[in-house]
């Protein structure tokens, strides 16, 4: 077990000696909820629905990894939202949806570094595709809610991959993303928070974890537990 370490306030390392050259990695991947944005959108969702406090406890026990499996835990949050209307979404994305302190920063560095970005979340299109859009991130991979006449079913509907975009599903698309690019997982950095983001970090080069749950702190080989997620750079010149 290697020994972790406190580089600098708040910012943890344990197996890597800094500084790390940042333009020696090819590829980063991003958790959504809670690493690049500031919510768990559909515990905000939920909110309209009067089923927060619900939604929101099924969420957290899926983070800790109390809930193993994600998919059954997301199928039941989704179940919760039936009703909702995309007019709230939108409600959630103008109202309540920002970008972590840092993103705008790490990713621009990344992209001029000459690295491929990748967003990979357990949450949804409506909400991913336009983050991707804001942040000028190059691939996004994140659950379909079905909607009916402006109001979601409580359903997700199935897309070219698969079903749902789980820890699995994460760790698939880190790998098939390198694949893809003819590099290494090992040139891969792998940026979350929570214990559906575990099998990516574990799959690439450089695991980050974000403001994160103790079990992914504890394996990240950096933990960004104080300030933004531009902190990264600190490490990586």
């Keep these: 077990m290697t020994h972790a ?4 306030p708040g910012l943890v390392i344990q197996g890597i000696t800094p500084p790390l050259s940042l333009s020696s990695y090819k590829l980063i991947a991003f958790d959504m909820d809670s ?5 768990e959108c559909v515990d905000e969702i939920a909110d309209a629905a009067g089923r ?4 929101a406890a099924i969420t957290e026990a899926a983070m800790q990894g109390v809930i193993t499996d994600y998919k059954e835990s997301l199928r039941q949050r989704v179940a919760l939202l039936k009703g909702v209307t995309v007019q709230h979404m939108e409600q959630v994305f103008t109202e309540r949806l920002r970008f972590n302190p840092g993103a705008k920063e790490l990713i621009t560095a990344a992209k001029a570094a000459g690295l491929t970005t990748l967003l990979v979340s357990g949450g949804f299109t409506f909400f ?12 996004a991979r994140s659950n379909m809610l079905e909607v ?5 079913t409580g359903r997700m509907v199935d897309q070219a991959w698969g079903d749902i975009c789980d820890g699995a599903e994460k760790r698939r698309t880190l790998l098939e993303v390198a694949s893809l690019m003819g590099i290494s997982p090992q ?3 792998a940026v979350g928070d929570g214990a559906n983001d575990l099998p990516m970090m574990g799959a690439a080069g450089l695991s980050v974890a974000y403001h994160a749950k103790p079990a992914v702190r504890a394996q990240a080989k950096v933990a960004i537990n104080q300030g933004g997620l531009d902190r990264l750079l600190e490490v990586l010149r």
């Design 52 to 55: 927060k406090a619900e939604v």
């Design 187 to 189: 040139q891969a950095i």
């Design 148 to 152: 009916q006449d402006g109001q979601l």
């Design 128 to 139: 991913a595709d336009r983050v991707k859009a804001g942040l000028g991130i190059d691939f």
């Design 5 to 8: 370490t406190e580089f600098a």
């Design 35 to 39: 690493t690049l944005i500031n919510i």
